[in-house]
């Protein structure tokens, strides 16, 4: 984060616009910034990963010890990156779970479980019950009351040209909670790009590349974009309060941008662009994830941002036909609700294709070497899904794989089992990863404190 | 302070630059109010403003292509600086849909000077000009700069960006924006004069497809998949045809018709193209006249929920589904949201079992005392829909047997009890005063971009359902009864943020 956006002025914009969009008394953990510190060599990243519709347990999980254990069918296609696996059984999401010093939280959780645990899995909140922004059925909901972890510590490693990415494979159409994952703060939804024509774009024109008619777009973006902001702080006395919570997100997103086209030029070459085709349609997923996914470790290996997130498929029911695996009708989420020989062997084979495109990632993060490794080495990949049991939504025992590493802060190549811990544990040790110490508690919906045992 | 949607913000590089490209994939996706496409709520983020500046460019680029047609002026007659300044000028007014200020006009200006200083050409200089346009706040915004809190009756160019949008999902024209700075739309004479031109205007056509296509949920059919072994095929043209047949349906009744709400759900008649006269067993004519229903089987169509666009979108993969069909009835059509389903059961329905019909299959879930409590509700009004398969073709047997489609309405205020198929059922609903005000609520929040508050806007809504009740429940008369409503006039506080 560059040290203009973090002036006091900012931070009482912040506090506005947690006012103004979270209802009054709701506002976000404190979390105290510590000053960003040149890291020692190569920075450390991360990257949160998600797929939707939990996994099938008995085809998941590890068998063995700590250190010694066998992967099974689901995740045999990171066998090669074993050593560099550290796998969480145990833990559990609980959106339904609230603090009891917020009592505006108890009772009927908002929105359904997919719904609901989409915005909670990485913020650990849940859905913000006194909105009646979305409904589903007869119950009514708005957006998540938390900020998702990979922004909190993006807070503090966000320096680079994007202080954070967020990739989309499909990632849905209707920008709903039951689509998005990433929240800057609460109320504040990200949306994933979820084209790979629109990101390689943002990452590398504009801004980058030396000829001189991108030279000249540049200062058009940048000429611009000074003029945009000053008719931005005009308007911003002038509208009611809400309001100007939402002049300053904007006036925020265009501070982005700006440190972003002033940036030096590219630390690596720029990749080929992918011609632009329907990055939505079903059959194309492949192509997506693959596109998206070089593209993702390219913004990583180049220096681009240090915190991303890639978001597979979305969450109103996943539609998603995988017809490149096997002939069936049915759909994802149809399939997920059956318990029949064929529809688990099926399901089996959709989360076994989400750990190839995990080994994908890691395998293109290993080609950009740093160091005496690679920034494999130094890029914490966090995997997780918004529900354990597809069948019947159960979220215990959620199915959590880190991989990659953290410049050496994380013992990887582990499985460790944990006995029904809240998944808040795990984003507070993530939290102390990336160097903030302070936070003990992570969302809205935690009651316990302190990070998971035995893990750094 | 509303963002422009999607469709507003199109419609307006449309009409005010002149410019037709598809920028729904490259603007960033819109949220919604309930059924309807809204960006009250949550803020821009960097992707948002990402996607502006390359959706700027895109259409700068093709506007500064045909120059001589964008500008008001002869550059070679009245010099270059002064034809930019007209341009900004006029141009600027109505993208904001305000004047310019004097201040915006100077540093525009310095924009376009600073970039012909520098040795770029004229064209360079407009390019800038309406790339800084389209990224400013006044238009991406709808300001309305008066205090929240207390009402506030809204100034002229805001009461005029409310009904554009409403009506034409797009920016005032010249003759609303001179309507507004003569000041005749502070009464509420003035602001139906203009609201019965801008309905019975061509723009109109894009609002009337908008609402009905969100309100119905078939908007995105032409983007579904469905199962290969239906017939006709279903692809993306079927779906898109599909879709057009519902949005001109509604159109033609409520613009060329009578303009009842009765119309909608029992005129039979349609407008049919391509796959779809597959779809309703009718021989392919050599011409179609697009202007022009096409006459269906009475005994087989009454009005829009036995369209195929309604059919097809609410039914699964393969087969149909009584409860996707069911819900939609009584959550669009009779704002009664049946409660979701409880927590760890499963919501998917019991496979088929050879030889059993739809409605056999379906009982069988409702045996399950859990689930029965709300099926009970859906289920019985999905069955009427038992002669359409998963396209919306009329059938008379399922894998032999004959069709049952009797069925059953709980629960309303005025049209309980049994009914036998989507005929009749589409006769009751059509004279249901739960559906009028249902229809009044739907309108209501889609023309305000936000849902209503029971409090604040009571006395508008009673307003609006007396004068449509007093229209015999004409559908023209709704709109312009909410023109007239103190909610659309005066300027509300925002949901969720009471001062």
């Known amino acids: 984060m560059s040290a203009h956006r973090r002036s006091p002025a900012v931070s009482v914009a912040r506090r506005k616009l947690l006012a103004g969009l979270a209802g009054s008394a709701i506002l976000a953990p404190f979390v105290p910034l510590l000053q960003a510190e040149t890291l020692p060599g190569a920075p450390k990243r991360l990257i949160l990963m998600f797929h939707p519709h939990g996994v099938i347990r008995d085809t998941w999980l590890p068998t063995g010890t700590v250190t010694n254990f066998t992967l099974s069918k689901t995740l045999e296609p990171l066998n090669s990156f074993k050593d560099k696996l550290l796998i969480l059984d145990g833990l559990r999401l609980s959106a339904e779970t609230t603090a009891d010093s917020d009592p505006a939280l108890v009772g009927e959780p908002s929105g359904g479980p997919h719904t609901r645990n989409t915005s909670h899995l990485w913020s650990g909140a849940a859905l913000d019950p006194n909105s009646s922004l979305f409904s589903r059925d007869a119950t009514k909901f708005g957006w998540g009351l938390g900020t998702s972890i990979d922004q909190t510590i993006a807070e503090r490693i966000g320096t680079t040209a994007f202080r954070s990415l967020e990739v989309g494979v499909r990632p849905g159409g209707g920008n709903a909670p039951h689509n998005r994952m990433i929240y800057r703060a609460p109320g504040q939804p990200l949306s994933p790009e979820g084209s790979p024509k629109a990101l390689f774009d943002r990452l590398f024109t504009g801004g980058m590349g030396g000829s001189a008619l991108a030279e000249q777009l540049r200062q058009d973006r940048k000429s611009i974009l000074d003029l945009v902001s000053a008719d931005l702080q005009r308007l911003e006395p002038r509208v009611a309060r809400e309001d100007s919570a939402k002049v300053q997100a904007h006036l925020e997103a265009i501070r982005a941008i700006e440190t972003r086209l002033s940036s030096s030029a590219a630390l690596c070459a720029t990749p080929t662009a992918p011609t632009d085709f329907d990055a939505g349609a079903n059959d194309n997923m492949p192509m997506v994830a693959d596109l998206q996914i070089k593209l993702l470790a390219s913004a990583i290996g180049c220096g681009l941002t240090n915190v991303a997130s890639i978001q597979f498929d979305r969450n109103e029911n996943s539609g998603t036909l995988f017809n490149w695996l096997f002939t069936d009708t049915r759909a994802h989420h149809e399939l997920s609700h059956i318990s029949d020989a064929d529809a688990l062997s099926k399901l089996t084979q959709i989360y076994t294709w989400y750990a190839k495109q995990l080994a994908a990632l890691m395998t293109q993060l290993a080609a950009f070497p740093e160091g005496s490794g690679s920034a494999l080495d130094n890029t914490l990949i966090v995997w997780c899904s918004e529900v354990a049991n597809p069948h019947n939504h159960q979220t215990t025992n959620s199915p959590f794989v880190l991989a990659g590493g953290a410049g050496g802060a994380l013992k990887m190549g582990r499985f460790l089992s944990y006995d029904n811990v809240q998944h808040n544990r795990l984003l507070v040790s993530l939290a102390h990863l990336f160097g903030l110490d302070a936070v003990q508690s992570y969302g809205k919906t935690d009651v316990g404190s302190g990070p998971l045992t035995s893990f750094i | ?499």
């Open chain 2, 1 to 499: 302070m509303r963002r422009l949607n999607a469709l507003q913000y199109a419609n307006t590089v449309k009409d005010v630059l002149g410019v037709s490209l598809a920028l729904s994939s490259v603007l960033a996706e819109d949220e919604k109010v309930g059924s309807f496409n809204s960006n009250l709520l949550s803020p821009v983020g960097e992707l948002h403003v990402d996607r502006y500046m390359s959706a700027a460019e895109l259409v700068a680029a093709d506007a500064v292509g045909k120059l001589k047609t964008l500008l008001p002026c002869d550059p070679a007659a009245t010099g270059e600086a002064a034809c930019a300044q007209t341009f900004l000028t006029q141009t600027g007014a109505r993208l904001f849909r305000r004047p310019m200020e004097d201040q915006e006009l100077t540093a525009y200006l310095g924009l376009y000077t600073s970039a012909r200083t520098a040795g770029g050409s004229f064209s360079d200089g407009i390019s800038l000009l309406v790339r800084v346009l389209l990224q400013s706040p006044a238009f991406l915004y709808q300001v309305e700069t008066a205090p929240a809190g207390a009402p506030t009756l809204l100034g002229g160019n805001e009461v005029a960006t409310r009904l554009a949008s409403f009506l034409w999902s797009s920016a005032p024209d010249a003759a609303l924006q001179n309507a507004a700075m003569g000041g005749q739309l502070t009464t509420v004479d003035g602001l139906l004069t203009q609201a019965r031109r801008l309905l019975g205007d061509p723009h109109g056509a894009s609002t009337l497809a908008s609402f009905h296509s969100q309100w119905l949920k078939i908007d995105r059919l032409p983007a579904l998949q469905k199962d290969p072994a239906l017939t006709p095929t279903f692809n993306a043209a079927l779906g898109q045809a599909m879709l057009s047949e519902t949005e001109h349906f509604a159109d033609w009744v409520i613009r060329s018709g009578d303009g009842s709400l009765k119309s909608l759900f029992t005129q039979s008649n349609s407008f049919v193209e391509g796959a779809l006269f597959d779809v309703y067993g009718l021989p392919k004519p050599a011409k179609v006249d697009p202007l022009i229903p096409v006459a269906l089987n009475p005994s087989e169509r009454s009005g829009l929920l036995t369209q195929a666009s309604f059919l097809t979108a609410h039914s699964h993969f393969g087969n149909t589904s009584p409860v996707l069909r069911g819900v939609v009835v009584l959550d669009s059509i009779l704002c009664k949201a049946p409660p979701p389903p409880p927590p760890n059961v499963m919501t998917i329905p019991p496979a088929p079992i050879p030889g059993e019909t739809t409605r056999e299959r379906f009982d069988r879930h409702r045996s399950d005392p859990t689930c029965a409590s709300c099926h009970s509700l859906m289920d019985p009004i999905g069955y009427g829909f038992a002669h359409y398969d998963a396209l919306g073709r009329y059938i008379t047997d399922e894998g032999g047997k004959p069709i049952d489609a009797s069925g059953e309405i709980k629960g309303t205020q005025d049209i309980d009890g049994r009914f036998n198929g989507a005929i009749e059922l589409s006769q009751r609903l059509s004279g249901s005063h739960q559906v009028q005000d249902c229809m009044v609520s739907q309108w209501f929040s889609f023309a305000l971009g936000r849902n209503l508050d029971k409090t604040r806007d009571a006395c508008s809504l009673q307003g609006v359902k007396a004068a449509f009740a007093a229209s015999d429940y004409n559908l023209r008369e709704l709109l312009f009864a909410i023109v007239k409503s103190d909610a659309f006039r005066y300027r509300a506080p925002l949901e969720g943020g009471a001062p």
